[in-house]
């Protein structure tokens, strides 16, 4: 059954090594630029600070080698391969722009281009090609100044950027769909209309961009893997595409420009009140200030609809942002980082996450790529430890495990009450396993300093009664353990209150958040992990924990989240945080 998905990627490794070596033959004239690029990008003056220094963090692998280029050290594992070749990091020696980082960045480039230029290497992706060569042409005045014996040549750096775009002209299709693809069909216009000579071959990439769009950007501007930070990756590589195609006198196909349209609102409903994203289905936070820049540079005005965006619900007020996985998760080829998360939710005051989901752990290996993409990591219900979905076996050559047996049915309810809004959802994740239904209720208050959340556990048709009965049957009649967890950020201060019927949560900001329930189930306050892919292992954090049993065919928990009534309603928080290579 897997043989043939395995012949496929044998066959379009070889054709990508094949084509690799005839584009780099060629000796064709390199002319230059049409006109000087204008770098879009952006990025870290730490991480730059940091590279140029000799300290190599990708893909949650940290390697010091002060004295070495990164193409002479031994990458710990494909990820950490392709972020090097992917040279996404000139954006960080960029942003530091001194003649340190300056040399670092030509040196580099000018050794992969005599280690990898003949079209050797891992490199030679249609993606990672597709990111090369915006970096490359984005910093050419960068790298190209004046650096000493540092400084490559620019016939040299001109030929391999010309040698690249033929090889992605035959290979942009051999990207998979979604984000990769319209990295290397980006990368193709960006350089078919910087480089002298080579203008023909942005004209089918600019159609091909322009049906991508209209096949992976639906009605209400997401992506199928439902990932929030892979949809800001695309969003952002549309509105360059756009803006090289003005800057070069050219227009904008419908189809391109509505996408922008779509996927912009669906941004603005995903985005934290702090300006990062909401942390879902294998998405992160997003680079700091990338989102709001990606939003600012399209131009796009118009604000997050009504209902659902990418199959989220967003409530917010005063300081308050509160996001809710309101959909069943990806399927199929899409569900491969996709997280068993329906009706999670995170919440974020002012500058400070409160509530969060633990994140992926794919850069710390298998077992906490697992664990992160369970339900138990997510601020949401899970019944004894099952999950909302289930993991399928590993592909033998790839190794990805898709997510399966997840929620089919969501219905889902926002409407206005008379003291703020309410979000009522329910999945039947748990139907197949325990004959349950989860149904969950939250309600933020018009300021913002209160939510109000009811979790409830239903059996409702005859044949889901008879399958509970079976389940509790299984307990010996002890009920059903549930769990409800709320995964607090590492940067929350929480402690056990009012003789541990409460917590009470310091954020740095100053605000004292107070977490209550209905005394129905117990309470504790228990160690947790919070996974971000910057970081060389995972972040301590704390977690609510809310354990119960399920005996009745209706079993329902209350509980609420307030701000203390001593906790201003403005609140100064100018705390600047560098988070670069903390390991707290």
């Given at each position: 059954?897997?043989?043939?998905p395995q012949l ?13 070596r005839?584009?780099?033959?060629g000796r064709g004239?390199a002319r230059g630029f ?7 990008t952006i990025g870290s ?5 940091q590279l140029?220094?000799?300290n190599f963090?990708?893909a ?5 080698a002060?004295d ?6 031994e990458?710990?594992?494909s990820?950490?391969?392709e ?6 990091w000139l954006d960080d ?16 480039l000018w050794?992969w281009i005599?280690a990898?230029?003949a079209g ?6 249609p ?6 060569l915006?970096r ?11 650096g ?6 620019s016939?040299?750096?001109y030929?391999s950027?010309?040698q ?7 290979r942009?299709?051999?990207?998979a769909?979604?984000l ?7 990368g193709l216009?960006y350089a078919?209309?910087s480089l ?27 992506l ?10 695309v969003?952002t590589?549309l ?7 003005s800057?070069a006198?050219?227009g904008?196909?419908?189809p391109?420009?509505?996408?922008i ?12 009140s702090?300006?990062?994203l909401a942390?879902?289905h294998?998405?992160g ?16 005005r118009?604000?997050?609809p009504?209902?659902?965006?990418m199959g ?12 809710i996985d ?6 199929g080829?899409?569900s ?8 999670a939710?995170?919440?974020t005051s002012g500058?400070?996450p ?5 994140g992926s752990?794919?850069s ?7 664990a ?7 601020s949401a219900?899970?019944?004894?430890g099952?999950s ?7 592909d033998r ?5 898709a997510?399966?047996?997840g929620?089919?049915h969501v219905?889902?309810e926002i409407?206005p009450?008379?003291?703020?809004m309410?979000f ?9 396993t ?14 913002g300093?209160a939510?109000a959340g009811?979790?409830m556990?239903?059996?409702m ?12 049957d299984?307990?010996k ?6 769990e ?7 940067e929350?201060?929480?402690?056990l ?7 009470s ?7 004292i ?9 117990e309470?504790?306050l228990e160690?947790?992990?919070y ?6 292992k995972p ?5 609510i924990v ?7 065919p ?6 609420s989240?307030?701000?203390a ?9 100018l ?5 670069f290579l903390?390991?707290?």
């Amino acid at each position: 059954m897997n043989k043939f998905p395995q012949l496929r990627a044998q066959s379009t490794r070889f054709l990508n090594r094949m084509h690799a070596r005839l584009a780099t033959r060629g000796r064709g004239q390199a002319r230059g630029f049409v006109s000087s690029p204008e770098p879009r990008t952006i990025g870290s003056f730490a991480r730059g600070r940091q590279l140029a220094a000799g300290n190599f963090l990708f893909a949650g692998s940290l390697i010091t080698a002060p004295d070495q280029t990164p193409w002479q050290i031994e990458a710990p594992d494909s990820a950490f391969a392709e972020s090097l070749h992917g040279f996404a990091w000139l954006d960080d020696l960029a942003a530091v722009g001194d003649m340190a980082s300056r040399k670092a960045a030509q040196r580099w480039l000018w050794d992969w281009i005599d280690a990898y230029g003949a079209g050797r290497g891992p490199g030679w992706t249609p993606d990672l090609t597709g990111r090369r060569l915006i970096r490359w042409i984005n910093h050419a005045l960068f790298m190209l100044q004046a650096g000493g014996d540092n400084a490559p040549d620019s016939e040299v750096f001109y030929r391999s950027l010309m040698q690249q775009t033929n090889f992605l002209s035959k290979r942009w299709h051999a990207a998979a769909p979604g984000l990769a693809r319209f990295e290397a069909l980006t990368g193709l216009i960006y350089a078919g209309l910087s480089l002298e000579g080579l203008e023909a071959l942005a004209d089918p990439a600019i159609k091909a961009l322009a049906r991508e769009c209209e096949a992976q950007i639906d009605d209400q501007g997401g992506l199928p893997t439902r990932n929030p930070e892979e949809l800001l990756d695309v969003f952002t590589l549309l509105t360059w595409a756009a803006a090289a195609l003005s800057d070069a006198g050219r227009g904008t196909p419908q189809p391109h420009l509505a996408a922008i349209e779509r996927i912009a609102p669906t941004l603005r409903t995903l985005r934290h009140s702090d300006g990062g994203l909401a942390r879902f289905h294998g998405g992160g936070r997003g680079a700091e200030g990338w989102l709001d820049h990606a939003l600012a540079s399209s131009g796009v005005r118009s604000m997050q609809p009504d209902g659902l965006s990418m199959g989220y619900a967003r409530l917010s007020a005063g300081r308050t942002s509160v996001i809710i996985d309101a959909s069943p998760p990806p399927g199929g080829a899409a569900s491969a980082n996709a997280h068993a998360s329906t009706l999670a939710f995170e919440l974020t005051s002012g500058r400070r996450p409160l509530i969060v989901n633990c994140g992926s752990g794919a850069s710390f290996g298998l077992d906490w790529r697992r664990a992160g993409r369970a339900t138990p990591s997510h601020s949401a219900l899970s019944l004894g430890g099952y999950s909302s979905a289930r993991l399928d076996g590993a592909d033998r050559r790839t190794g990805i495990e898709a997510l399966i047996d997840g929620p089919t049915h969501v219905p889902v309810e926002i409407a206005p009450v008379s003291d703020g809004m309410k979000f009522q959802g329910g999945h039947d994740g748990y139907v197949l396993t325990h004959g349950l239904t989860h149904a969950r209720t939250l309600e933020l208050t018009h300021d913002g300093r209160a939510v109000a959340g009811e979790d409830m556990l239903l059996a409702m048709e005859d044949a889901e009664k008879r399958r509970f009965d079976r389940a509790l049957d299984r307990t010996k009649l002890k009920g059903i353990r549930f769990e409800i967890r709320f995964h607090l950020h590492p940067e929350v201060d929480a402690t056990l209150d009012l003789g541990g019927a409460a917590v009470s949560m310091a954020l740095k900001s100053g605000e004292i958040w107070v977490f209550r329930h209905d005394g129905t189930t117990e309470l504790t306050l228990e160690a947790g992990a919070y996974l971000e892919t910057t970081r060389l292992k995972p972040r301590a954090s704390q977690q609510i924990v809310l354990t119960g049993r399920a005996i009745n065919p209706a079993s329902r928990v209350r509980w609420s989240l307030s701000k203390a009534q001593e906790t201003a309603i403005g609140v100064r928080d100018l705390e600047r945080d560098d988070p670069f290579l903390e390991d707290d």
